[in-house]
């Protein structure tokens, strides 16, 4: 038996996006005081999965850094333009998709609802889910915190938690699946999982893994 509601992250589990967001998000931090010993591979490692304001607390709390009110204004304009001319699906995604285009699905992503929406378009993605797009803007507390996936899941019609699979890539984001109640599959394309195995995901390394995996529960 299936599914019921497939929830799927979006940066690293649909769209090649986190690359292209972490060079833009550490150029920007430049002139902000980010430590020299605090690599571009460093903060990408501290920032994937979480929503903008989680990060800024973050960086705040661990570096004592305040960004000013247009920082934000900036680093959308410039992630925007990179995303136009760079973005690209992950590998096997359209086709994944299309082997479950008889599932319930929906996104729920840490991204803001326009960019959500504008990378499923450039990557040819947005037919497969329409107006089910869920952002953490929608919440109060972002992941690694379940209230994305909870709000996901009455949105499209009050699905039970058990009944749920979530698909994601980061660990704050397959901590909140769990935290939900909800079986998650975690995308390890490099087959470093071990950490997502510890905390009870399901791994697998390419997205034609992922279809059997979801027809059956």
């Known amino acids: ?5 497939i929830i799927f992250d979006m940066d690293g589990t649909l769209v090649d996006s986190e690359p292209l967001a972490n060079r833009v998000f550490f150029e920007k931090l430049q002139p902000h005081g980010l ?15 979480l929503s903008l304001p989680s990060c800024y607390a973050l960086l705040h709390e661990r570096y004592g850094i305040a960004l000013p009110d247009d920082f934000e204004d900036d680093l959308q304009a410039e992630t925007y333009r990179r995303l136009h001319s760079d973005l690209k699906p ?3 995604a359209p086709a994944m998709l299309d082997s479950v285009s008889g599932l319930q699905k929906c996104v729920a992503s840490s991204s803001e609802l326009d960019k959500i ?10 037919h497969h889910f329409g107006s ?4 953490a803007q929608q919440v109060a507390r972002g992941k690694p915190n379940p209230d994305l996936f909870f709000y996901a899941a009455e949105q499209m019609g009050g699905v039970a938690p058990g009944a749920c699979a979530v698909v994601e890539d980061s660990l704050p984001g397959a901590t909140a699946g769990l935290r939900a109640g909800m079986t998650v599959f ?3 394309p490099d087959g470093d999982g071990d950490a997502f195995t510890a905390l009870g995901c399901r791994v697998f390394s390419r997205m034609a893994e992922l279809p059997p995996l979801l027809l059956r529960r």
């Open 1 to 5: 038996m299936a599914y019921d509601l």
């Open 35 to 49: 430590p020299a010993e605090v690599d571009e591979a460093c903060l990408a490692r501290d920032l994937t999965g």
């Open 90 to 92: 992950i590998p096997g």
């Open 117 to 126: 929406a504008v990378s499923l378009q450039l990557c040819g993605l947005n």
């Open 132 to 135: 089910h797009i869920f952002s």
């Open 186 to 188: 975690a995308y390890r």
